[in-house]
């Protein structure tokens, strides 16, 4: 018996621009067409465009001038005629290769390839060939990137993300090769999320991941227990030639789907995230020793007597920095910046260390924290909590009533925290600058000031977003939705960990010596330059000027500039998030370039190691070269920076996807509402609608747009009506209802309200 599925179309993304969907069941056809119609007259360059098209399409098939029309859907004699000599200048130009009298095939270039085969959920998938081996004789230190090569959604092979592959490329008539997947030499891990549907013979796993575009067939006695409804993650075991549907066996059964604890480790497996922590891990980590010795307190400098205490989310249990304060002679303040000092208790090589590796960042999603080191030492063993004696590693300033630093040193030391607070503590002390150790937090604060003020002025981007948060119920439903602001409290600490930060960079980075001494750095690049003008061109609809030449501050100033005069607009969140898009991504590097965003020249991450792995990386490395160490290989510390790199950006997108769920989960009671937005995303399927009341963003899909044919215009960032020129555009102001709220995809469908 053949079982064969196709996944469900989805709304969004599978569609063409025009209003319409396939129907379910509705039978594809075998050739690809580059036509809807069937009787038309095409110009020559439309013509030959729509023969080029087929035969990229089908690379393997052979037609003749009557079959190639016939696949395009012309009937005119005399459009066939023309397809006929189009064929052979097209086999003259060496595009197409005559395998007999009439009868063509699309060229191929002689030579394959090898490489990475890469799936998009759009359809435009690429091939990456592999790099070209370094010639030793050649000086240049410097190999070229290949460039990706495109592969149709028919010419795969089956080969999933990330698998290694054999191409044939082909070529196209005034532009770059394509490619065609040949063989899957090597398969990379793959496993899905999705739903289980379980019949009596067999099984399919139902997937919304937009890469895979069928079910995967799961045999009865590969379900580890798993039921009709349940999610669960399955891994691909085959996907034969000849087969429609993929392979696999489940590896996890997650519980059933809707269930709160079950969806959120749904979205951690789909990003390949962990869940729980292994329980050899645990038991080494309760093993560590907790007392701290005299010996301990004899090697470090004692702070346990100077005024400390720890800021903080009120939900907080990783408190991983402090901040200690006390008075110099004329005007001068000693503040200190104590760090855990989790690398004093975390040894390299061990099973902790690697498995803080493994994850190399916390993930925070809406209702819980996965963290990066077993909690018995995030929450407790490492944490700064108030009256215990803690070791740390810490950054000392002495700075002058304008929060000049005048002297810093880099010590490990031992703290007894005086009192933790939270935000809304802090900030009530500055705003009535009454309660515990107010004096002191005040005088934090107006140095804070100071210096986030310098950094400004000397080319600092002003990026201060809101965060979306829910209150949820003890189940994890949640019941409103609200917005967190920095206030000077959380600016207040962010102040003097930059400061920190870029200290510990700067001892590395400026050191002297014939060779420089490796080390993690935060790097930001400068903002691509096309995008900055595809940004300036869209903000002049608003009103706003935007500088995109002359030197670097001139630019950052313009950007602060439009951000300050964007606040309280009903575009504001708009125009932040747009020029966050247009800007590059922090990663960590031992290549140090600076950092654009904070405009440092040398930046670091040091002051959260109880959550990132790179912060340890950089404790190990200060005290490695304090001791007089030789610099580590630089290769193999760009490897760790690589993969916290890409972790950080998988965890970044984990939490997104906690946030969208729970936005999907609170607008699910509120079907058929209306709710005034703005227009946030313009698609080719569709508006993207932000709501005002609560930042939950949904999709009105082109098919809803029933008023007028309407085409994507991508330059100015909208949708515009061919018969009544009607326009919607990125910032447009719109009302909308709630039409559905999709849980497993994630996903607001809204309509237009009357």
């Avoid at 959550?611 to 760790?640: Q, W």
Wanted: overall charge neutral; glycine content about 6%.
């Amino acid at each position: 018996m053949k079982i064969t599925r196709k996944k469900k179309p989805t709304s969004a993304g599978k569609q063409s621009r025009r209003n319409d969907r396939e129907t379910p069941g509705k039978k594809k056809k075998k050739v690809a067409t580059s036509s809807r119609h069937s009787k038309r007259i095409l110009k020559k360059d439309a013509l030959t465009q729509a023969i080029l098209e087929t035969f990229q399409l089908n690379p393997r098939t052979i037609y003749n001038y009557k079959q190639l029309s016939k696949a395009i859907g012309i009937e005119a004699q005399v459009q066939k005629l023309q397809t006929a000599d189009i064929l052979r200048i097209l086999a003259d130009d060496g595009v197409l290769t005559e395998t007999e009298p009439g009868r063509y095939r699309l060229n191929r270039i002689s030579e394959s390839a090898t490489g990475i085969f890469r799936r998009r959920s759009n359809g435009r998938h690429v091939f990456i060939p592999d790099a070209p081996a370094a010639n030793p004789t050649d000086t240049d230190d410097e190999v070229p990137t290949p460039e990706p090569i495109s592969v149709d959604d028919r010419n795969t092979a089956h080969a999933l993300d990330g698998d290694r592959v054999r191409v044939q490329l082909f070529k196209r008539r005034r532009g770059e090769p394509e490619a065609e997947v040949m063989e899957v030499l090597e398969r990379a891990a793959h496993t899905y999320v999705g739903r289980l549907e379980v019949s009596k013979n067999y099984a399919f796993l139902v997937t919304e991941d937009r890469t895979l575009s069928n079910d995967i067939f799961v045999p009865k006695s590969a379900l580890k227990g798993g039921r009709t409804g349940d999610k669960a993650v399955v891994r691909i075991t085959e996907w034969p030639e000849h087969a429609t549907n993929p392979t696999g066996e489940v590896t996890e059964v997650l519980g059933p789907a809707g269930d709160n604890d079950t969806e959120m480790h749904a979205i951690l497996a789909e990003y390949g995230l962990p869940t729980h922590y292994p329980e050899n891990v645990e038991q080494a980590a309760r093993r560590i020793p907790r007392a701290i010795t005299a010996d301990d307190i004899a090697e470090r400098e004692d702070f346990r007597d100077v005024t400390t205490f720890t800021i903080d989310p009120k939900d907080a249990k990783d408190f991983d920095d402090a901040l200690s304060i006390r008075t110099l002679d004329e005007g001068r303040w000693e503040i200190g910046v104590h760090i855990a000092d989790v690398t004093y208790y975390v040894k390299p090589g061990s099973v902790i260390d690697k498995e803080a590796y493994e994850r190399a960042t916390s993930v925070y999603l809406v209702d819980r924290t996965i963290p990066m080191l077993p909690e018995c030492l995030s929450n407790d063993l490492c944490s700064l909590r108030p009256d215990e004696e803690k070791l740390t590693f810490s950054v000392v300033f002495e700075l002058n009533a304008e929060a000049e630093v005048l002297a810093s040193r880099i010590v490990r030391t031992v703290i007894r925290s005086n009192r933790r607070f939270t935000y809304e503590e802090a900030q009530e002390a500055i705003e009535t600058g009454r309660g515990d150790f107010s004096d002191e937090i005040n005088t934090l604060n107006r140095l804070a000031k100071k210096l986030r003020e310098r950094r400004f002025a000397q080319g600092a981007i002003d990026f201060d977003r809101y965060e979306v948060k829910f209150e949820i119920d003890e189940k994890g439903r949640p019941l409103s939705v609200y917005f967190k602001e920095s206030k000077d409290a959380n600016k207040l600490i962010e102040e003097f960990m930059l400061l920190a930060n870029r200290t510990v960079a700067e001892s590395i980075g400026k050191r002297g010596g014939r060779t420089k001494k490796t080390f993690v750095y935060r790097i930001h690049e400068q903002p691509d330059t096309e995008k900055m003008e595809t940004f300036a061109t869209f903000v002049r609809r608003f009103g706003y000027k935007l500088k995109t030449d002359g030197s670097k501050s001139d630019i950052t100033r313009s950007i602060n500039r439009l951000l300050d005069d964007a606040k309280g607009r009903p575009e504001e969140n708009l125009i932040e998030t747009l020029a966050v898009r247009s800007m590059q991504k922090a990663r960590y590097s031992t290549d140090n370039i600076g950092h654009y965003g904070l405009a440092f020249t040398y930046y670091s991450h040091f002051t959260s190691p109880i959550r990132r792995y790179p912060d340890m990386m950089a404790h190990r490395l200060l005290v490695r070269y304090a001791a007089g160490g030789r610099s580590v290989p630089k290769e193999a510390c760009e490897e760790e920076c690589d993969h916290c790199s890409q972790m950080e950006q998988l965890a970044a997108n984990a939490e997104r996807a906690s946030i969208k769920y729970k936005q999907v989960e609170f607008m699910s009671d509120k079907i058929g509402q209306v709710f005034d937005g703005v227009i946030s995303g313009v698609t080719e399927w569709g508006l993207y609608v932000e709501l005002n009341d609560n930042k939950c963003e949904g999709l009105v899909p082109m098919r809803d747009l029933d008023d007028d044919f309407y085409d994507f215009d991508e330059a100015n960032y909208a949708l515009v009506g061919r018969r009544r020129r009607h326009t919607y555009r990125l910032g447009d102001p719109i009302t909308i209802s709630v039409e559905h709220a999709n849980l497993e995809r994630k996903q607001l469908d809204f309509r237009l309200a009357e």
